[in-house]
């Protein structure tokens, strides 16, 4: 495990820790390591941490259960992170339909980051990423919708349009 991940300490402006706590965050990965390290670095920071190594898993957890925030990657096996947040975008019920979620992935360049915001990602994080990077994404979101706000449900179809044409 990367030393950096072990020590994490919020950057300056993550002002208020209590965002975190009881707060139910569902990773979603398939790499065991990562999931490891995701569930650190938001239990000591009194975050519910839900881990899942494949996309249908996630799925039924997010119908069953109130999800804060979804994390998850994109290349998986079997089911990949772009099907999964399609899948959730067209549930029934409101709230579970806009749970904010991050795609945490490995996979770079600027389509990938056009096409996760396109698929209603709200954030796009690059494997390996610091630490206080993830956590002020997380808190960001949190604080969003929390307030309410209308950045988690705006509508990035457009992006996806300017590729095709």
């Known amino acids: ?5 072990l020590h994490t300490e919020p950057e300056e402006n993550i002002t208020n820790l209590d965002i975190f706590k009881e707060r139910t965050i ?9 999931l490891i390290l995701i ?17 249908s898993e996630a799925l039924e957890i ?23 947040i399609r899948k959730i975008r067209t549930l029934m019920h409101p709230q579970k339909r806009a749970i904010p979620a991050i795609a945490f ?25 610091d630490p206080n990077q993830l956590m ?11 307030e309410g706000s209308s950045l988690l449900f705006s509508d990035y179809s457009y992006l996806e349009e300017e590729k095709v044409a």
């Open 39 to 55: 569930n650190y670095i938001f239990e000591i920071y009194g975050s519910k941490v839900i881990t899942i190594s494949s996309a």
């Open 105 to 129: 992935t490995g996979s770079i360049g600027n389509q990938v980051h056009e096409k996760t915001l396109g698929a209603k990602f709200q954030a796009y994080i690059k494997k390996p990423s």
């Open 136 to 146: 002020t994404e997380v808190a960001k979101l949190l604080r969003s919708s929390s």
């Open 1 to 5: 495990m990367p030393n950096s991940f």
């Open 62 to 84: 997010i119908k069953e259960c109130k999800i804060d925030i979804l994390i998850t990657d994109i290349a998986m096996p079997e089911e990949d992170g772009f099907s999964l």
């Open 26 to 34: 569902l990773a979603v990965d398939d790499n065991e390591d990562m």
